[in-house]
């Protein structure tokens, strides 16, 4: 029934998204029996837990498992509802030899204590895996984007990774959306990065999707996150080596719209380990526009028109150093940079054209070149205590970060007296160049304490100190009046912003009985702020208390694989120097944006129910939430009669409502054919007081995902997926939608793969409009963006592992999974992961616990 029931949402919604849930097999009884087998599984030379172990009960003659399941962060396993009887029980995991042994169950429980697992080294050419991490896991409190499962993303950039990910859009600009607001906290490796602090749309074209692990989706946090992102939080995950001896990949892509290289090297040597990562890359993105405005002024009605070419190509690179060092398994040190370059040049033709004002009649074309460079670094240092067998899920942490991101931008532009550059002589220029900087000084320390085997308490402090500064300057040359270019102090400035945070928290996590599981949690965080302009008296500060609480409560239900969660939290957004920054860009002298240094953090409450169910062949998530922001950040236009120009910028003006329903669910018909599907439909509601407006929308996003094996060499998958637009308070943007097919055919022994892609493959490009209507205008733009792709891609991978001294204990992580004590799930929704043969190898690489992670920045 359950079967039935899964495939009919999946037809319901638009069909299936590829990779069904192929986790290992939920724990599957010889009959109904009363028999149980516990017990714990560590690494034999260090005697740490090894998680998510597979445990396999195997009759007392052949090879079929009568029962399985997977080892929890502890190394701990439970097997229930045996039959009494002789068996033999098989424990493997990468990296090491199987253990298999004779077990007998009775009636009983039997705790079989502890069982270990011996290290082995193994090239990666003669390692083969018989399974693989399912494309999507849904879990209690996130949904968990495999990318490196997905064959159309191979060569792509990590916008192209949050598109196909579940509850995220990704509209035309590459900006990125959960659940209807872009009001999110991004992360990589949960932390905060320099790279991400300006235009995110510009940074996620800086990120290979070859280097992309898995996308975290945490749409309600708990106390243990910053509160900053009050939309939720999208954590994106790099992928990552800690097994002993030397390995590594190198890749490169090659394509009409991006191209890169990228590798890593990874050695550990006993206590002592390096992991590194380069990439550079070079990406291209022709478009063209045209606008129509209609001004409503007091000396009647004007028209303009504009239409713009242009063509941004941009490059760069990214590299990253970690060093670890584990004096004893209770000790541990990280230390880590890294750093990344993105140049680009955007030259656009821009034709201009205002009429039906006296005196404002206008005809000109514009040639002008904007040029952008970003410069971004990270500092990490880390120390974690844990506290050995006798003190389990004991852990104390503390951490330190340094980011500094220095962006440039400038453009210059020469104004020609034509319809066309070729025909009119110049009567105009200017050029602007603009410094940005944003630096951050973060310290923070965390301690987890188990009070019995089901309660825990978590509590932590942290300090944010941030620095942004912006300083600009514009000089204008009239070529009829001067001879030289000319300063223009009036629209050239310096912006100092100085953002103090600190905050303190506490989660008690306790299991009540064997079905509920609950976490009430409380955040404190005072903010103090002060900006102010060089040469004004324009200084202003600001200081605000928030009391943040969460709370969620999770209820397995009696048949196995059937979860119930209800959560509530309260976030808030601080805006940050994109919203904030003052600098104008004037290259369109008739439409103008720039940030406001005045804005006010945004408070969001949001309420969250969802159900998940999957066996071993079908998974189904639904969930039900409300989001509701009061003071919301919103975007909004404005007619400047002096200057005859519309000017768009941020304020606080409003409320921000959202009601939604998602929906995800896969399917496997048969071992190699993987579907799934994904939909979220929310309702928005805008309202704004000081604008007098009210703005509504019905958004809808559905998508599509299906994989085939073709023996084992190749994999095909395709891909596709409907945004139905946005709505703003004065704006509506049009639908989009996308696809994408990948073929990928593995080579040299499993050692290297070469995949194909191509997306949008059915029109060259693709024509986007939007509108804006308030009191004094109404606009029409329409965007045509060349969006049809086709890329190659190869990866090879070298080395040895050898898991043995691999620090497996839980990392600091910035979620309750960390530590919180709940009714044991299926493991299943657990761990995520498959059953390995004997034959392990590099599939299942990346899959290891992260290390020392520093939360989100507030």
């Known amino acids: 029934m359950k079967h039935f029931t899964t495939l009919g949402l999946l037809c319901l919604f638009g069909a299936p998204r590829l990779h069904a849930q192929t986790t290992a097999p939920a724990a599957r009884p010889v009959v109904a029996g009363t028999g149980e087998l516990r017990g714990n599984v560590q690494d034999a030379a260090t005697h740490r837990p090894v998680e998510y172990a597979t445990v396999l009960l195997l009759p007392a003659t052949g090879t079929s498992p009568l029962a399985s399941t997977t080892c929890d962060e502890q190394g701990r396993f439970v097997l229930r509802k045996l039959l009494a009887g002789t068996f033999r029980l098989q424990i493997s995991f990468v990296g090491y030899a199987p253990n298999l042994a004779p077990v007998t169950v009775t009636n009983q429980a039997t705790d079989l204590g502890t069982l270990t697992l011996a290290a082995e080294a193994r090239k990666l050419g003669e390692v083969s895996v018989t399974g693989q991490r399912p494309l999507v896991e849904t879990k209690p409190d996130r949904l968990i984007y495999n990318a490196e499962q997905d064959v159309t993303s191979t060569g792509g950039t990590a916008a192209d990774v949050l598109r196909k990910t579940p509850l995220l859009n990704v509209d035309v600009d590459g900006n990125v959306q959960l659940r209807g607001t872009s009001n999110v906290r991004i992360l990589i490796n949960n932390k905060p990065s320099a790279m991400l602090a300006g235009n995110l749309a510009d940074a996620l074209k800086q990120i290979p999707a070859d280097q992309i692990k898995a996308i975290e989706v945490v749409t309600s946090p708990s106390a243990r996150y910053d509160a900053e992102g009050s939309g939720g939080v999208i954590n994106i995950v790099l992928k990552k080596n800690t097994l002993q001896g030397t390995n590594g990949n190198v890749g490169a892509n090659a394509g009409n719209r991006n191209q890169s290289l990228n590798g890593s090297l990874n050695v550990r040597r006993g206590k002592l380990g390096i992991n590194t990562r380069l990439s550079g890359y070079y990406n291209t993105y022709p478009y063209r526009s045209s606008l129509s405005r209609t001004d409503f002024t007091p000396a009647g009605e004007g028209q303009l028109t504009q239409n713009t070419t242009s063509s941004s190509q941009g490059g760069g690179g990214y590299g990253q150093v970690e060093l670890t060092y584990d004096p004893s398994p209770l000790h541990s040190f990280t230390l880590s940079t890294n750093g990344n370059l993105y140049q680009s040049n955007s030259p656009q033709a821009l034709f201009n054209q205002y009429a039906g004002i006296p005196g404002r009649d206008t005809l000109y074309t514009r040639d002008i070149r904007q040029r952008y460079l970003g410069r971004n670094y990270d500092f990490n240092g880390g120390y974690t205590r844990t506290y050995g067998p006798d003190h389990p899920r004991r852990e104390w942490s503390v951490l330190a970060q340094h980011t500094r991101s220095t962006n440039t931008g400038n453009y210059n532009l020469a104004q020609y007296r034509a319809p066309t550059i070729e025909d009119g002589p110049l009567e105009y220029q200017e050029r602007s160049d603009n410094l940005a900087r944003n630096l951050e000084t973060t310290l923070q320390t965390d301690y987890i304490r188990p009070l019995t085997e089901k309660n825990t308490l978590e509590v932590g402090a942290k300090a944010v100190l941030r620095q942004v500064s912006s300083n600009y300057s514009l000089d204008t040359l009239l070529t009829a009046q001067q001879l030289d270019f000319a300063h223009s102090p009036r629209r050239s400035n310096a912006f100092s912003y100085h953002q103090n945070v600190g905050a303190a928290y506490g989660t008690y996590n306790f299991a009540w009985g064997k079905k509920y599981a609950l976490s009430l949690g409380a955040r404190l965080e005072t903010t103090s702020i002060e900006g102010e302009f060089a040469g004004e008296e324009s200084r202003f500060t600001n200081s605000y208390f928030n009391v943040l609480p969460n709370v969620s409560a999770t209820r397995t239900l009696k048949e196995p694989g059937h979860t119930l969660r209800f959560s509530f939290s309260r976030r808030i957004q601080r805006p940050n120097i994109y919203y904030l920054n003052p600098y104008v860009n004037q290259s369109s002298a008739n439409s103008v944006y720039y940030g406001n240094p005045t804005l006010s953090p945004e408070l969001a409450s949001s309420y969250d129910f969802s159900y998940s169910t999957f066996g071993k062949t079908n998974s189904l998530n639904l969930s039900a939430y409300v989001r509701y922001t009061g003071n919301s950040i919103e975007r909004y236009n404005l007619y400047n009669e002096a200057l005859a120009r519309t000017e768009s910028t941020y304020g606080n003006l409003g409320s921000n409502a959202t009601y939604g329903l998602s929906a995800y669910g896969s399917l496997k018909p048969v071992p190699a054919w993987n579907v799934s599907g994904n939909a979220t439909v929310n309702y928005n509601r805008l309202r704004s007081v000081a604008l007098g407006r009210t703005a509504s929308q019905v958004a809808v996003n559905v998508s599509l995902n299906t994989s085939l094996k073709m023996g084992k060499l190749y994999t095909a998958q395709a891909y596709g997926g409907y945004g139905s637009g946005s709505v703003l308070l004065q704006s509506r943007y049009s639908g989009y939608y996308y696809s994408s097919l990948g073929l990928k055919r593995t080579l040299l022994k499993d050692k290297a793969d070469l995949t194909f892609n191509a997306s949008n493959f059915f029109t060259p490009g693709r024509e986007f409009r939007s509108s804006t209507t308030t009191d004094q205008f109404i606009s029409e733009s ?51 992961f498959v059953t390995l043969s004997a034959r392990r190898g590099w599939a299942a690489l990346g899959a290891w616990p992260r290390r020392h992670q520093l939360k989100p920045c507030a």
Do not use: K, M, W
Not at 784 to 796: C, E, K, M, P, S
């Open 782 to 832: 329409v965007s045509y963006q060349y969006q049809r792709t086709v890329r190659l891609a190869f990866n090879y991978r070298f080395g040895q592992i050898d898991a043995s001294g691999s620090r497996q204990r839980r990392s600091v992580r910035n979620d309750e999974r960390a530590a919180a004590p709940r009714p044991r799930l299926p493991h299943a929704q657990q761990s995520g």
